[in-house]
């Protein structure tokens, strides 16, 4: 009841105001420096692991793929990578 209490004394083009300022404020500079702090706080808490295993996780991957390929209800290594890659990509 509140929240349409406050829209009714509102017209349209100061809700939008409203809705503009905080996206700006959202999707602004605090969010982007949010991600990329985070971002580089964990690449270098975690040693820059995305580059030191890189080859570990393909050769996984690819020795995955190799054995065991008749397996009832396993999902391969290689299977998930593509299935997580779709979902980021997709999204």
């Known amino acids: 009841m509140v929240v349409g209490s406050i829209f009714e004394l509102l017209n349209s083009s100061e ?7 905080i996206d700006s404020l959202v999707w602004g500079p605090p969010l982007l420096l949010l991600l990329v702090g985070t971002g ?35 999902v391969s290594s290689f299977a998930a990578l593509c299935t997580a890659l ?4 997709g999204t």
């Open 15 to 21: 809700i939008i105001s409203l809705l503009n300022s």
């Open 40 to 74: 580089a706080y964990l690449t270098l808490r975690l040693k820059f692991i995305q580059v030191s295993r890189l080859s570990t996780a393909l050769i996984y991957v690819a020795r995955s793929r190799k054995i065991d390929t008749k397996a009832q209800g396993d």
């Open 86 to 89: 779709s979902a980021t990509i």
